[in-house]
């Protein structure tokens, strides 16, 4: 195997200044910290594509410094403080190293890309010390022919990946950094978000926020499922995946006929099947939204997702009735997931102090189909169900939902408490899914 080469890119004359973390900084770091150390690469954001025909690299490289000046959030640190705050850092100068990967003779570009991207993604950041971005190119003839990127989850959400990878393929076409901040405005970086959050207006909204948080909190079951037995030693968590190439076009259908968004469809399918599982009427999800609603927001390369509280009562009714209920609610779940989760997590451990029960967070939902792709899988017609990997156990968590998009299929990729949901109870809630939404498509009129 040929060996691969480090080469640095310096960056100098960047923006540079210091503050607090943003709440999104701030809720990664420290869902992160609190990860087995196995499990923290789960957490990092990243992307990998061939370059076909292929880039001149020093073009590449020139195209990456460029982008180091455009996105603060690229060359920020986060520094914590003897008195539990965390900072963030933003450094003016440094380098970049960039791996390199020069094809030995018959070797194939996506094997060898594929190699370079696990190592890139499979290793965890140091985000006190290291810059929070990791790039790996595999070459041939001086051409760069496959690009991965790697970024710690405090440095980036998967919608600003999203826009960090238009923003790299726009410089590497000749774009400059100058022309694309002025169509990407108005873009905050992550020190003017917290300066932001400071405010008076951002003290407010955070205040609404989890104002109408709690009250869902107080509002919806303290529990779905039955309680797990304890147990000394924990068993890992199976990780499921359903692949089916029939969902797209028919989450699509589905959609146009009930007049929701496609997120909708899947969030509720997905509360139908936590209900009818759970044996109860309603269901409570944590739901990952992407918080680009403000417009100083839309266009930043920072982490801003949050959490929101989804509750559906009567989940388990008829299906496009569901549907369409679900979409109301999530609206208003949407609008009131921009807060500072440290400020929240004090006021639900004081609910829990006085004894006041509180909704059941344990059951996550993440619809990331335009921010991670999933990889696809050649020759594979019908729906598949796999098991590709087990994870240690996560307290509190009864399961995570992610859905995934690839060109050629939508999948399901679920990880759950194996004593709350053995593996055929995950097999009943992903095949279920499936179900709902295709029946519910095939009762939708023919255009």
Same mark, same amino acid.
């Given at each position: 195997?040929?060996?691969?080469?480090?080469?640095?890119?310096?960056?100098?004359?960047?923006?540079?200044?210091?503050?607090?973390?943003?709440?999104?900084?701030?809720?990664?770091?420290?869902?992160?910290?609190?990860?087995?150390?196995?499990?923290?690469?789960?957490?990092?954001?990243?992307?990998?594509?061939?370059?076909?025909?292929?880039?001149?690299?020093?073009?590449?490289?020139?195209?990456?410094?460029?982008?180091?000046?455009?996105?603060?959030?690229?060359?920020?640190?986060?520094?914590?403080?003897?008195?539990?705050?965390?900072?963030?850092?933003?450094?003016?100068?440094?380098?970049?190293?960039?791996?390199?990967?020069?094809?030995?003779?018959?070797?194939?570009?996506?094997?060898?890309?594929?190699?370079?991207?696990?190592?890139?993604?499979?290793?965890?950041?140091?985000?006190?010390?290291?810059? $929070?971005?990791? +790039?790996?190119? =595999?070459? /041939?003839?001086?051409?760069?022919?496959?690009? #991965?990127?790697? %970024?710690?989850? @405090? *440095?980036?959400?998967?919608?600003?990946?999203?826009?960090?990878?238009?923003?790299?393929?726009?410089?590497?076409?000749?774009?400059?950094?100058?022309?694309?901040?002025?169509?990407?405005?108005?873009?905050?970086?992550?020190?003017?978000?917290?300066?932001?959050?400071?405010?008076?207006?951002?003290?407010?909204?955070?205040?609404?926020?989890?104002?109408?948080?709690?009250?869902?909190?107080?509002?919806?079951?303290?529990?779905?499922?039955?309680?797990?037995?304890?147990?000394?030693?924990?068993?890992?968590?199976?990780?499921?995946?359903?692949?089916?190439?029939?969902? $797209?076009?028919? +989450?699509?259908? =589905?959609? /146009?006929?009930?007049?929701?968004?496609?997120? #909708?469809?899947? %969030?509720?399918? @997905? *509360?139908?099947?936590?209900?009818?599982?759970?044996?109860?009427?309603?269901?409570?999800?944590?739901?990952?939204?992407?918080?680009?609603?403000?417009?100083?927001?839309?266009?930043?390369?920072?982490?801003?997702?949050?959490?929101?509280?989804?509750?559906?009562?009567?989940?388990?009714?008829?299906?496009?009735?569901?549907?369409?209920?679900?979409?109301?609610?999530?609206?208003?779940?949407?609008?009131?997931?921009?807060?500072?989760?440290?400020?929240?997590?004090?006021?639900?451990?004081?609910?829990?102090?006085?004894?006041?029960?509180?909704?059941?967070?344990?059951?996550?939902?993440?619809?990331?189909?335009?921010?991670?792709?999933?990889?696809?899988?050649?020759?594979?017609?019908?729906?598949?169900?796999?098991?590709?990997?087990?994870?240690?156990?996560?307290?509190?968590?009864?399961?995570?939902?992610?859905?995934?998009?690839?060109?050629?299929?939508?999948?399901?990729?679920?990880?759950?408490?194996?004593?709350?949901?053995?593996?055929?109870?995950?097999?009943?809630?992903?095949?279920?899914?499936?179900?709902?939404?295709?029946?519910?498509?095939?009762?939708?009129?023919?255009?």
């Amino acid at each position: 195997m040929t060996t691969r080469q480090l080469l640095e890119i310096a960056f100098s004359s960047g923006r540079s200044g210091t503050g607090p973390a943003t709440w999104g900084q701030r809720a990664i770091w420290d869902a992160v910290r609190r990860l087995p150390p196995a499990d923290v690469p789960r957490y990092t954001i990243a992307t990998a594509a061939p370059l076909d025909p292929g880039l001149p690299l020093p073009g590449l490289l020139d195209a990456l410094a460029r982008l180091l000046h455009l996105h603060d959030s690229l060359h920020t640190r986060l520094l914590p403080a003897p008195d539990g705050a965390l900072r963030q850092v933003v450094d003016p100068e440094g380098t970049l190293t960039v791996e390199v990967h020069p094809l030995a003779d018959g070797e194939d570009p996506a094997e060898a890309g594929d190699r370079l991207h696990r190592d890139l993604a499979g290793r965890p950041f140091d985000t006190a010390t290291q810059w $929070p971005l990791r +790039v790996g190119v =595999v070459t /041939a003839d001086g051409l760069a022919r496959h690009i #991965s990127l790697a %970024l710690s989850h @405090t *440095a980036v959400d998967g919608a600003g990946m999203n826009r960090l990878v238009a923003d790299l393929t726009a410089l590497s076409l000749g774009h400059s950094a100058s022309e694309l901040a002025g169509l990407r405005a108005p873009a905050q970086q992550p020190l003017e978000e917290a300066e932001f959050q400071a405010s008076e207006r951002g003290r407010k909204r955070d205040a609404s926020a989890r104002k109408q948080f709690v009250r869902k909190l107080r509002l919806a079951p303290p529990r779905l499922f039955p309680e797990p037995p304890a147990t000394e030693h924990p068993a890992d968590f199976p990780n499921a995946v359903l692949r089916s190439p029939a969902l $797209p076009g028919a +989450v699509e259908l =589905v959609a /146009a006929a009930h007049r929701v968004s496609t997120s #909708s469809v899947l %969030l509720a399918a @997905t *509360a139908t099947m936590t209900a009818r599982l759970a044996g109860t009427t309603e269901a409570v999800l944590n739901v990952v939204v992407n918080n680009r609603f403000l417009p100083e927001l839309t266009n930043a390369v920072s982490v801003v997702a949050g959490d929101g509280l989804f509750h559906l009562p009567d989940a388990t009714a008829e299906f496009g009735e569901v549907v369409r209920r679900t979409h109301a609610a999530a609206i208003g779940t949407y609008r009131h997931a921009y807060y500072d989760k440290l400020a929240l997590a004090a006021e639900v451990a004081q609910l829990t102090a006085e004894g006041v029960p509180t909704a059941d967070r344990s059951c996550v939902f993440n619809d990331t189909r335009e921010l991670l792709p999933a990889a696809p899988a050649p020759g594979a017609e019908g729906t598949t169900l796999s098991w590709p990997v087990e994870f240690e156990p996560r307290p509190g968590l009864t399961y995570a939902l992610d859905a995934l998009q690839s060109p050629e299929a939508l999948s399901l990729a679920m990880t759950a408490d194996p004593a709350v949901l053995p593996r055929p109870a995950m097999e009943r809630f992903l095949y279920g899914i499936e179900e709902l939404i295709l029946t519910e498509a095939a009762k939708a009129p023919s255009t």
